[in-house]
């Protein structure tokens, strides 16, 4: 009887981590056929609903990386910065910048060995991140700008406000080659799939153009 209460269980975990991360994800009834009937659908839904009561549905962890689309796709479309991807005029642009892309998730990767930032918000965070990456990837508004009114709209966050954070990540990111604590981040994101920006030089300080 213990066992089966804890097939259940893992059973009811199983099917609310997947539909919280999957895309394409299998039924209850799949997970079900999984554990050789063992649990039955019924089983599963109703474990999965005890525990969503037990956890007051509060199962999704944020975390900067959540905020990190929507920024993006502001940044974009406040500096027009959409990339070809090669497949011609009649094929449809990437929401955002690949390399840009690659470069904010760096940071934000970064961010995470930084034991000062634990317990800065999560969207500040993806804040400097974005003006981070514009700085070191190089992209500017129509008038030079790193930052505009725009982006303070759409992230809810002026220059002001995260400077502090962008100098320190930004201290951490330059020296990143001789920090023995991040040599797998820079693994990690010296890759085709990363668009090797591990490699990208990081700009001087004064060049942040911080307040």
Not at 64 to 86: E, I, K, Q, V, W
Not at 175 to 191: F, P, R, T
Request: glycine share 4%; proline share 3%; charged share 20%.
């Amino acid at each position: 009887m213990h066992c089966h209460h804890y097939l259940q269980r893992n059973s009811a975990c199983l099917l609310i981590a997947i539909k919280l991360n999957e895309v394409k994800r299998p039924r209850a009834v799949d997970i079900a056929f999984f554990t050789d009937s063992a649990c039955t659908t019924r089983e599963i839904c109703d474990m999965e609903m005890k525990i969503g009561m037990t956890l007051k549905f509060n199962v999704q962890v944020v975390t900067a990386f959540h905020f990190l689309d929507r920024f993006l796709d502001a940044s974009s479309f406040c500096t027009g910065t959409f990339c070809d991807n090669g497949e011609g005029a009649d094929a449809p642009l990437p929401r955002y910048c690949p390399k840009h892309h690659a470069m904010s998730l760096f940071i934000i990767d970064t961010s995470l060995l930084i034991p000062a930032l634990i317990d800065v918000k999560e969207s500040l965070i993806a804040a400097a991140a974005l003006y981070l990456s514009r700085a070191i990837i190089g992209i500017r508004d129509e008038k030079g700008m790193i930052w505009n009114s725009q982006l303070t709209h759409h992230t809810g966050y002026s220059v002001h406000q995260f400077a502090d954070i962008v100098s320190l990540i930004h201290f951490f990111h330059k020296d990143m080659g001789n920090n023995e604590h991040m040599k797998a981040l820079v693994k990690k994101y010296d890759s085709a799939m990363f668009h090797h920006v591990a490699c990208k030089a990081s700009i001087l300080t004064q060049d942040l153009k911080l307040p």
